[in-house]
Every structure is written in structure tokens, then in C-alpha cells.
């Protein structure tokens, strides 16, 4: 069956902190990988992508993500967070040349001043 | 430009009665999903629009959903008979065009339903 899992449910850390929140997918064919974010009372937006070439893909406010495909996982990475990151982070796979997308179940991060 | 714009924001209807949720999707964008997000969940797939293409609705929970789409406009997500378990936050999300490198979703806000 087709998912997405995201170990992490909640997350709190303090300021500087690294953060890395796991996504592991499960999917018969090429994927497509991204990660969302939906900062407090906005729309989900797209944070990174993943399609081809590289595995490490960076993304916008310095988060990065590595695609592993041995290990069918797309981890977003940050070397050091802010208070501004409090947010919840959604990982999708997407088969390549179809249209639908899966989602996981969020991960809510929480970063204390 | 604008983005995806999608009404109301919240709604709160008594079981039983039908609602209706509209998705203005981002101009010139032909490809058109809904999903449901109930808390503490992910997002579900509903339907998706192609152009004129013939919907897929297979992820439509049951025959109280509905959703229409004309052209590559406004498309309306309709619930009848609501049940408790309608309750839950209605995505609507647009892309460019059908499949394709570099094509991510644009999200709306979102609906919160709430059904008493």
C-alpha cells in the first residue's frame, strides 16, 4: 500500500537547536518528495522538492532534506532553528507522471524562545 | 498575483443539513484538488480536476459528496446530510497544469467545518 510516515508527531525544542524531522515513504515507482509547512493561521506552503539529480535538496529559510532512496526516506533538516519555525511540517510523495499525492499525518513542531 | 482563495472560512451547520464550500483556484492553473483534513490526521484526497477532463472523484467517501468544477474556474465541494464525522478542515489545492516536472501544489486556506 501506498504511505507516508512521519515518526514525529510533536516535537519541542529551544532555540538553536538542530532539528530533524523523519519521513519514510512507501510507494512502488519513481517518486516525487516534498515537504509542506503551515505556519500558525496560514495556508500550507511548500518548504522543498525533491524530483531528480542531487538527493540533498535545500529548500527556503535554510531547512534542507536528503532523499534516501535505500531507506525510502526524505528527512527535513535544520541546523538551527528560530522561534519562527513553530509550525507544522507535512511530508508528500507524489509517483512520478501521476497526479495524486500522499501525505503524512504532520509533525507539529514548537520552538521556545 | 492572488492565490488560491476558498469560502467561507468557517462554517458551522446542524447535522442533517447540505453545505456548500467554493475554491477560487489560482488563475491560468488547470489541475484543481480537494482534500479533508480531520484533526490530528493528513490530508485525504477527494477529487481532482483536469482541465475538462472527467473528474476522479474516487476518493469521495460516500455519495453525500459531490464537487463541481467548470472549466478551470471556481469549483464547489457539496455535503449533504451532514454528519458529525463531516467535521474536519476542506483543502483546496491548484496546479499549473496536468503532470509534469516542477509542478507543485498551490494551497488554499481551507474550510473548518464544523457540524454540531
Known amino acids: 500500500a501506498q504511505s507516508v510516515s512521519q515518526h514525529n508527531h510533536h516535537v519541542i525544542l529551544s532555540e538553536a537547536a538542530s532539528l530533524e524531522l523523519g519521513c519514510n515513504y512507501s510507494?512502488?515507482?519513481?517518486?516525487?518528495l516534498f515537504w509542506y509547512v503551515q505556519y500558525p493561521g496560514q495556508h500550507l506552503q511548500l518548504l522543498l522538492k525533491y524530483f531528480s539529480g542531487d538527493p540533498l535538496v535545500k529548500g527556503i529559510k535554510g531547512f534542507e532534506a536528503e532523499f534516501i532512496k535505500s531507506k525510502f526516506s526524505f528527512n527535513l533538516r535544520k541546523p538551527s532553528v528560530q522561534w519562527s519555525d513553530t509550525a507544522e511540517y507535512f511530508c508528500a510523495v507524489n509517483g512520478q507522471g501521476t497526479y495524486k499525492y500522499i501525505f503524512g499525518t504532520g509533525t507539529r513542531l514548537k520552538v521556545l524562545a | 498575483g492572488a492565490g488560491v482563495s476558498q469560502s467561507p472560512s468557517n462554517k458551522v451547520t446542524e447535522k442533517g443539513k447540505d453545505v456548500e464550500l467554493r475554491c477560487d483556484p489560482i488563475s491560468g492553473h488547470t489541475a484543481l484538488y480537494w482534500y479533508r483534513q480531520r484533526l490530528g490526521q493528513g490530508l485525504e484526497f477527494l477529487i481532482y480536476?483536469?482541465?475538462?477532463?472527467?473528474?476522479?472523484k474516487s476518493g469521495l467517501p460516500s455519495d453525500r459528496f459531490s464537487a463541481e468544477r467548470t472549466g478551470e474556474s471556481v469549483s464547489t465541494l457539496t455535503i449533504q446530510r451532514t454528519q458529525q464525522e463531516d467535521s474536519a478542515v476542506y483543502l483546496c489545492?491548484?496546479?499549473?497544469?496536468?503532470?509534469?516536472?516542477?509542478?507543485?501544489?498551490?494551497f488554499g486556506p481551507g474550510t473548518r467545518l464544523t457540524v454540531l
Open positions: 489545492a491548484s496546479r499549473k497544469s496536468r503532470v509534469g516536472l516542477y509542478n507543485e501544489q498551490f
Open positions: 480536476f483536469q482541465g475538462n477532463s472527467a473528474p476522479d
Open positions: 510507494y512502488g515507482g519513481t517518486v516525487n
